[in-house]
Every structure is written in structure tokens, then in C-alpha cells.
């Protein structure tokens, strides 16, 4: 039978234990936030899609001659997740959009923005002659 090792001087039993809590408590704030970010980041490109769709929508009955469609716009938008803030025909014919994500709301510490939005335009596009 082989002898037990020396055990450490009494000042530093338990050290390890503090310094595994210690880990732990970093793991554990660094995985909330990049849940966090993670999740404006999903929200980001929700409210960037939906403004996208959206303005394809408005901007579709414009190539008929007809007027922009902010009603179905707001449909698209509301389809996606997100909410339209704005629909505007330009001067120039294209339709300009705004859709926003309402993020829902964390208890305490963990809130990140409340909400995020994106801006998107479509039109008609004119051809060139050859």
C-alpha cells in the first residue's frame, strides 16, 4: 500500500473551490449575454425581412400603373412578426417602408433594446433601351 500524498497547508484547502465558483459564475455571464445579443440579432433580421417583404408588396400593384398598396404592406409586415411604422410613395415612384419588432421584456439587468426597426424600398425599375 502506497502512502497518501501530504495534504496542502491548512490556509489553502478550499482555494480550488473558490476559484471553480469563480468559473463558473464568468461561464454562466458570458453565456446570458450572448444569448442576448443573439437575440437582437434574430429580432434585427426579422424586422429587416418583414420591411423587405413588405415593400415588394406595396411596391407590386406599381407594376400595373396602379398605386402603392400600404394595406397589404402592413399585412406582409404583420405576417412576419413585425409591425409597419410607415409607408410613403416617393417622388421618384418607389415605396419606402418601415417595419418594427417589439422585443419582449426581460426581468431585470438582462433588458436589451426595446425594440428595433428597418427601412426598406422598392419601385419600378426602368429599362434601359439597348
Do not use: F, K, Y
Request: charged share 10%; aromatic share 0%.
Amino acid at each position: 500500500m502506497s502512502p497518501s500524498p501530504p495534504l496542502p497547508p491548512s490556509h489553502e484547502r478550499g482555494s480550488a473551490t473558490v476559484l471553480t465558483v469563480a468559473a463558473i459564475g464568468v461561464v454562466v455571464t458570458m453565456s446570458t449575454a450572448a444569448l442576448l445579443v443573439a437575440g437582437v440579432v434574430r429580432d434585427v433580421h426579422r424586422a429587416r425581412g418583414a420591411a423587405d417583404l413588405a415593400a415588394l408588396a406595396a411596391a407590386g400593384p406599381l407594376t400595373a400603373g396602379a398605386p402603392a398598396d400600404c394595406a397589404v404592406a402592413a399585412g406582409v409586415a404583420r405576417a412576419n412578426g413585425a409591425t409597419l411604422t410607415a409607408c410613403s410613395l416617393q417622388g421618384d415612384g418607389a415605396v419606402v417602408v418601415s417595419a418594427s419588432v417589439v422585443r419582449p421584456a426581460a426581468a431585470g439587468w438582462l433588458q436589451g433594446p426595446g425594440g428595433v426597426s428597418a427601412r426598406a424600398r422598392a419601385g419600378v425599375v426602368e429599362a434601359e433601351p439597348p
